[in-house]
């Protein structure tokens, strides 16, 4: 009887490692710009931020943007490029276009810049499209479109 209680305290043991063991998660996998090569994207009807953290990053992205300004409205723009180590090989554009398809800016990324700008959406029309396309950028890369 004894040594029925003893097997049966093992069981118990064996089980409750068994169920502890396999039933442990790993962390989670990380998807943002904090991370190389992994744009992180917000895209709110008043808000739109990409951040990007290349290390020889070659892609080219498209985001329609959800914004739903009014003529009244003014889009202020902020780009932060850092850490900028480009090459000859490196032809790194971002493009904003309204919403028939016109350019409201096309920015060839080729050396670190801080710039914060603001324009009426009366001139430029409503923000609809960005893009990125990247061939080689080394750097980190901060967009923010606010509309206010």
């Keep these: 009887m004894k040594n029925k209680k003893i ?9 409750s490692n068994y169920i502890f063991l396999f039933n442990c ?8 710009g904090l991370l190389q090569n992994i744009p992180a994207i917000v895209n709110e009807n008043d808000f ?14 498209s985001w329609d943007l959800v914004f739903n300004g009014l003529s009244t409205d003014t889009l ?7 850490d900028y180590s480009g090459s000859i090989n490196d ?3 971002i493009r904003l276009y ?9 920015i060839l990324v080729n050396s670190e810049v801080t710039s914060i700008d603001k324009i009426s959406i009366e001139y430029i029309g409503n923000p609809a499209k960005i ?11 901060d967009l923010q479109l606010i509309k206010q």
Excluded: C, Q
């Excluded at 097997?7 to 089980?15: A, G, M, N």
């Excluded at 202020?76 to 850092?82: A, D, E, G, H």
């Design 48 to 61: 739109f931020s990409l951040s990007l953290n290349g290390e020889d990053y070659t892609m080219e992205h």
């Design 25 to 32: 998660v790993s962390p989670p996998d990380y998807d943002d």
């Design 91 to 93: 032809s790194t554009h």
């Design 98 to 106: 309204n919403s028939n398809d016109a350019s409201i800016f096309d």
């Design 131 to 141: 893009e990125l396309s990247a061939n080689n950028f080394n750097g980190l890369i």
């Design 7 to 15: 097997i049966d305290y093992f069981k118990i043991i064996f089980l």
């Design 76 to 82: 202020y723009t902020s780009l932060i490029i850092k």
